[in-house]
């Protein structure tokens, strides 16, 4: 059973804050080594499960998504790490992997929940795909789904959980700790948070057949509203991106992996114009 696992860090229990999240902060060093433990518990829950092939995508796009070091790594998994890459967070996924897993994970931009963001805090103010207002466990669902792949599991705060059954109602959600604001949380002792984490994993994968992909219709429509209105002029120089207001990019695309790639582009290259 070959097993994909895209880990952030923002949904980690004790990461709260930006001095956490980013690698000039001066709490980086041990949010790093927080965001590892649930890591290496989720891939201990799939094996425990049966997973015969594991990857780890690092998700955490702060430090340009270097965030997991190697040597610290369960070795039973492949890391990949770095960016840019094609389709960022679910680089190299296809539809030889079983499941997906999203431990670490956080609630869209402008929802409430510990460090609240869409893929890039500074530049993405919402983003709906299909007119379903969506953040990176949305996304990323369809791109998996696109593939015949399902999201199995997501850990995170309780907001978080929530957020994602709501869209995909058969994941086992690994609560981890429980939001009382943006920068504040209720959050379990690292060794509780790692056990619940390696259990949500292995119960996620023994119950695969209950799992089921999100698949998103075509043609897919991605609306994408930035937080600055230059950041629209420039991703609307994308060719078939259009402009429906001054901050928002429409991105059309007859399939999933093309609208993705796309509105990936649209934020890198709109972040470019911040001042």
């Known amino acids: 059973m070959k097993v994909y696992i895209s880990m952030d860090m923002e949904g980690v229990a004790g990461v709260t804050h930006r001095e956490q999240t980013n690698p000039l902060g001066y709490d980086y060093g041990y949010a790093r080594h927080l965001m590892i433990g649930e890591c290496n518990a989720a891939i201990q829950g ?11 995508s690092d998700s955490h796009g702060g430090n340009g998504c ?11 998994a492949d890391l990949i790490t770095g960016i840019p ?10 539809s030889s992997f079983a499941a997906l897993l999203m431990p670490g994970y956080h609630v869209r931009h402008g929802a409430r929940g510990v460090l609240n963001h869409t893929l890039n805090g500074q530049t993405v103010a919402r983003l709906l795909v299909n007119g379903v207002e969506v953040g990176e466990i949305g996304s990323n669902a369809g791109l998996a789904g696109h593939y015949g792949v399902p999201v199995v599991m997501v850990s995170g705060d309780d907001l978080t959980v929530a957020e994602s059954k709501a869209q ?22 690292p060794r509780r948070a790692q056990e619940v ?8 994968l023994r119950n695969l057949d209950r799992m089921k992909p999100y698949r998103v ?9 930035f937080k600055d209105t230059s950041m629209a002029e420039v991703a609307a120089q994308i060719p078939g991106v259009q402009l429906t207001d001054p901050r928002t990019a429409r991105i059309t695309a007859h399939d999933y992996p093309t609208a993705f790639a796309a509105y990936h582009a649209a934020v890198d290259l709109g972040s470019t114009t911040r001042r």
């Open 46 to 56: 799939c094996l425990d499960a049966g997973a015969t092939e594991l990857v780890v």
């Open 168 to 189: 995909l109602p058969w994941i086992e959600g690994a609560v981890v700790k429980w939001a009382l604001g943006r920068y504040s949380e209720r959050g379990l002792h």
């Open 85 to 94: 890459r094609p389709y960022g967070q679910l680089s190299t996924l296809d």
């Open 217 to 225: 219709a075509s043609p897919v429509q991605f609306d994408l509203a």
């Open 197 to 204: 984490v390696r259990s949500a994993a292995a119960v996620s």
């Open 66 to 76: 270097k965030t997991l070091l190697a040597e610290d790594l369960h070795p039973a």
